[in-house]
T-cell receptor, first 115, second 116 residues
Framework: AQSVAQPEDQVNVAEGNPLTVKCTYS??????LFWYVQYPNRGLQFLLK??????LVKGSYGFEAEFNKSQTSFHLKKPSALVSDSALYFC?????????????FGKGTKLSVKP | DAGVIQSPRHEVTEMGQEVTLRCKPI?????LFWYRQTMMRGLELLIY????????DSGMPEDRFSAKMPNASFSTLKIQPSEPRDSAVYFC??????????????FGQGTRLTVV
C-alpha cells in the first residue's frame, strides 16, 4: 500500500532561521510527491511537486524540497523562515493504481515561526 | 477562473437531518475528489470521479454518505441522516487530465459541517 508519513506533529522555528518539515513515503513504483500548505480556515494550497529530474525542487514562497530515493524522503525546506509561514503543511504521494489516482496525504505538520 | 467553489462554507444541522454539500470544479478539469478533514484522522479521501463517473468510493464511511456528479461542473455530497461524528471540514478538489498523474489537485475552501 502506498503511504506517506510526517513524523512531527509540530515544528517550532525562530524567524530568520532555516526550517525543515519532514516527510517519508512508501510506494511500489516511482513516486509523485507533493507539498501543500493550509492556512487557518482555508483550503489546501499547492506548494511544489516532484515528478522526475532534479532532486531539488523549488516552489512557491521560497520553499524547496529535496527528493531522496534511497531514504524515501521528501523533506520541505526554507532557508529563512517568516512568521507568515506559520501554517499546517501536508506531504502527499500520488497513488497511481487508478487511471489518475488520488492523492494520499500525511497527517500534517504544524509549523510555528516565532518572531 | 475562480477556482474550485464549495457551498455552503459553514453548515450547522441537527442530528438526523439531511445535509447536502456542493462543489463546482475548475472548468476543464476531468477529475473531482471529495475529502474529509478531522483532527483525529487528518485528510481522508471519500470518493473521486473521472468524467463524472465514480471511480473509487471505498473511502465513503457508510451508506449514509452518497455522492453524485450529474455533469462536469457540479457535484454533491449528501449525508442522510447526519450524526455528530460527521462533524468535519469537507473539501472538494479537482485536477486536469494529464497522463501519468503528475498534476496537482486544486482545492476548494471547504465546508465546515457541525452536527449537533
Amino acid at each position: 500500500a502506498q503511504s506517506v508519513a510526517q513524523p512531527e506533529d509540530q515544528v517550532n522555528v525562530a524567524e530568520g532561521n532555516p526550517l525543515t518539515v519532514k516527510c517519508t513515503y512508501s510506494v511500489s513504483g516511482n513516486p509523485y510527491l507533493f507539498w501543500y500548505v493550509q492556512y487557518p480556515n482555508r483550503g489546501l494550497q499547492f506548494l511544489l511537486k516532484y515528478i522526475t529530474g532534479d532532486n531539488l525542487v523549488k516552489g512557491s514562497y521560497g520553499f524547496e524540497a529535496e527528493f531522496n530515493k534511497s531514504q524515501t524522503s521528501f523533506h520541505l525546506k526554507k532557508p529563512s523562515a517568516l512568521v507568515s509561514d506559520s501554517a499546517l503543511y501536508f506531504c502527499a504521494v500520488r497513488d497511481i493504481r487508478g487511471s489518475q489516482g488520488n492523492l494520499i496525504f500525511g497527517k500534517g505538520t504544524k509549523l510555528s515561526v516565532k518572531p | 477562473d475562480a477556482g474550485v467553489i464549495q457551498s455552503p462554507r459553514h453548515e450547522v444541522t441537527e442530528m438526523g437531518q439531511e445535509v447536502t454539500l456542493r462543489c463546482k470544479p475548475i472548468s476543464g478539469h476531468d477529475y473531482l475528489f471529495w475529502y474529509r478533514q478531522t483532527m483525529m484522522r487528518g485528510l481522508e479521501l471519500l470518493i473521486y470521479f473521472n468524467n463524472n463517473v465514480p471511480i473509487d468510493d471505498s473511502g465513503m464511511p457508510e451508506d449514509r454518505f452518497s455522492a453524485k456528479m450529474p455533469n462536469a461542473s457540479f457535484s454533491t455530497l449528501k449525508i442522510q441522516p447526519s450524526e455528530p461524528r460527521d462533524s468535519a471540514v469537507y473539501f472538494c478538489a479537482s485536477t486536469p487530465r494529464e497522463a501519468g498523474g503528475n498534476t496537482e489537485a486544486f482545492f476548494g475552501q471547504g465546508t465546515r459541517l457541525t452536527v449537533v
